[in-house]
T-cell receptor, first 115, second 117 residues
Framework: AQKITQTQPGMFVQEKEAVTLDCTYD???????LFWYKQPSSGEMIFLIY??????QNATEGRYSLNFQKARKSANLVISASQLGDSAMYFC????????????FGKGTHLIIQP | DTGVSQNPRHKITKRGQNVTFRCDPI?????LYWYRQTLGQGPEFLTY????????KSRLLSDRFSAERPKGSFSTLEIQRTEQGDSAMYLC???????????????FGPGTRLTVT
């Protein structure tokens, strides 16, 4: 079974609009962390935001926020006021406290911001 | 400020040859990770080190893959007898100890793109 599911292979959004990228996860570990990374065409993975399973508040980092719905096992990324430079692949990932220390990634969403 | 570096950035090799990639983590980071990313997929975790100890290697794709971190600093990933299916981007990441926020994120290098002909 997929541990991280990203159901949107690609998205087109008008510049300055807000965009929500979907991510659902599957784990039985009560302690885990959820991550979002951006991968532009250059290939480097850029960390955006982190949410811990015990965090009470939704994480925010500048224009990025994470809509964490624990009961639904959902961790959607919200980008406010999108910019042309936001065009990239976006990956949701999880680390389980009881598992190996590596991240498990979803297949990603290709976001294209149109002027 | 130097991030994670990887060399070479690109490698083209013929099937059956051995290849070795190098990763230099951020200097104070004691944890180092290797991932493989094939076209259209997210990165796939392969192995990781805490200092010089390799704590997870069951995810390595076959016995043709091996990794070392002999002095707890840089690491190498070797693929023996390469196959066309090994063509991918190989990513390295590092993180500081948990006491310094190491569970919060991994810092990735630019990757080594391997093409096996």
């Amino acid at each position: 079974a997929q541990k991280i599911t990203q159901t949107q292979p690609g998205m087109f959004v008008q510049e300055k609009e807000a965009v929500t990228l979907d991510c659902t996860y599957d784990t039985s570990d009560p302690s885990y962390g959820l991550f979002w990374y951006k991968q532009p065409s250059s290939g480097e993975m850029i960390f955006l935001i982190y949410q811990g399973s015990y965090d009470q508040q939704n994480a925010t980092e500048g224009r990025y926020s994470l809509n964490f719905q624990k009961a639904r096992k959902s961790a959607n990324l919200v980008i406010s006021a999108s910019q042309l430079g936001d065009s990239a692949m976006y990956f949701c990932a999880m680390r389980e406290a009881g598992g190996a220390d590596g991240l498990t990634f979803g297949k990603g969403t290709h976001l294209i911001i149109q002027p | 400020d130097t991030g994670v570096s990887q060399n070479p950035r690109h490698k083209i090799t013929k099937r059956g040859q051995n290849v070795t990639f190098r990763c230099d983590p951020i200097s104070e980071h004691n944890r180092l990770y290797w991932y493989r990313q094939t076209l259209g997929q997210g990165p796939e975790f392969l192995t990781y080190f805490q200092n010089e100890a390799q704590l997870e290697k069951s995810r390595l794709l076959s016995d043709r893959f091996s990794a070392e971190r002999p002095k707890g600093s840089f690491s190498t990933l070797e693929i023996q007898r390469t196959e066309q299916g090994d063509s991918a981007m190989y990513l390295c990441a590092s993180s500081p100890p948990p006491s310094q926020g190491g569970l919060l994120q991994q810092y990735f290098g630019p990757g080594t793109r391997l093409t096996v002909t």
